[in-house]
């Protein structure tokens, strides 16, 4: 039997998890990513394409043409955001992605919002404003409280400004003209007290399967102080996630698929629900998006048994497959070049040493801000690389990531990471 072939769209660590998974796979021969990064070049049976951007929809286009692709995975926002599904699909290519129109959950918070209101989905109170003048008079209008001020469009996880009150608010929002016309259009709202989690659904419609839950650590140091980044590890499957809240959970994934089947804009693909859990055991949804989180794909998708491959084409012909998941505890370290995310400029072509070390240790190395030059790994981004442990309980898994993550350095003392990832359920067990 001819095995598939699979692209995945994304450059990073969730992208490298997604190839690997593919790979898995008894029926798939072959995975090409754009645009991939040269650590996804230890698996074999991989092809990178690191000038085919998220974006570059035309040459996107030609690699699935030239290379008669089985599936592509739309990974990425941005590749959402300029629609690629929708022209792919036009070429009669088979997409685990959402359409545009669909993924404007994510990339419009102002259309979100008002989608979740109107869905009595549970989220914190917000205004959207079109006008500075009109958002700081909103604010103005209030007495001195805690606040997020959030450019309505993508703006590479910058977007949204925590205030600590009125006087930070109205900063924060001379700051939206900063992210171009992501900011245009701006939403105001309530900043909600509690813990924070993330949980997946795998998407057909008003069809969907919950794939898993984790806990990011968002902000760049120890005890979640310094700016928000794009994630700095996660754990899963928190304890966090008891039945009740789990319950909670799915209620706000039937509301949301039906509600976007209403609008005629039918969900296909990973949906993730970015949630707060309040001091009552409610749930709100901070926000959604278009796609598995970076790096909560890289935690949950190792637990899952089943062939990845055969479970995508199953939710792809309208199935509900059944998912069977380990029960393993496992936490994800995010390495990061000393400076990200405001300047790490000085970084940039430094080598990363004991990275040969740390690919033969027990844990597993997705890549992102890495390149290969000869036998040496440097540094080519922010965000480096993920150490995946695994183990019966968080204690484990931590003392498997730290230790392997002490085999690596530059020079320095230029490689960062997070030391606390896991730690509200290693104060639980
Ligand atoms: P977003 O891009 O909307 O997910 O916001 C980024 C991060 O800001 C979230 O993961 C939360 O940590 C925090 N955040 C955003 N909105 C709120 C809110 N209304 N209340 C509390 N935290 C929030
Ligand atoms: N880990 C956060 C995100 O993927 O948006």
Known sequence: MKKSTVLVIDGGGRGSVLTAKYLESKLVGKVLVTPGNDLMLINKNVEIFPNIKTTDT???????????VDLVDVAQDDAVAVGITDILLKNKFKVFGPTKAAGQIEWDKSWSKNFMNKNRIPTAKFKVFKTQKAGILFI??????????????LAAGKGVIFAANNKEAIHAINQMKN????????????????????????????????????????????????PNTGGMGCSSPPLAITPYIEKQVNV?????TAGLVKLKRPYLGILYLGGIIDSKGKVKVIEFNARWGDPEAQVILPSIKNDYYSLVAEILNGNKPRIIKD????????????????????????????????????????????????NKYLVSGGRLFYVLSEGKNVAEARKIAYNALSLVSIAGGNLHYRRDIGYRDLKRN
């Open 58 to 68: 035309k040459n996107i286009l030609n690699v699935c043409i030239k290379n008669k």
């Open 179 to 226: 992210f171009g016309k992501s900011g245009e259009t701006f939403v105001i709202e309530e900043s909600l007290e509690g813990e924070e989690f993330s949980s997946f659904a795998a998407v057909n419609g008003k069809k969907f399967i919950i794939l898993g839950h984790a806990q990011d650590h968002k902000t760049v140091y120890d005890g979640n102080i310094g």
């Open 252 to 256: 706000i994934f039937k509301k949301t």
């Open 327 to 374: 029960k393993k505890y496992r936490i994800v370290v995010a390495a990061t070049a000393k400076g990200y995310p405001v300047d790490y400029s000085k970084i940039v072509g430094k080598e990363i040493k004991g990275m040969d070390k740390l690919v033969k240790s027990k844990v597993k190395i997705y890549g992102a801000g890495v390149k290969l030059q000869g």
């Open 140 to 153: 103005k209008k209030h007495k001195d409280s805690k606040w997020y001020v959030k450019a309505s469009g």
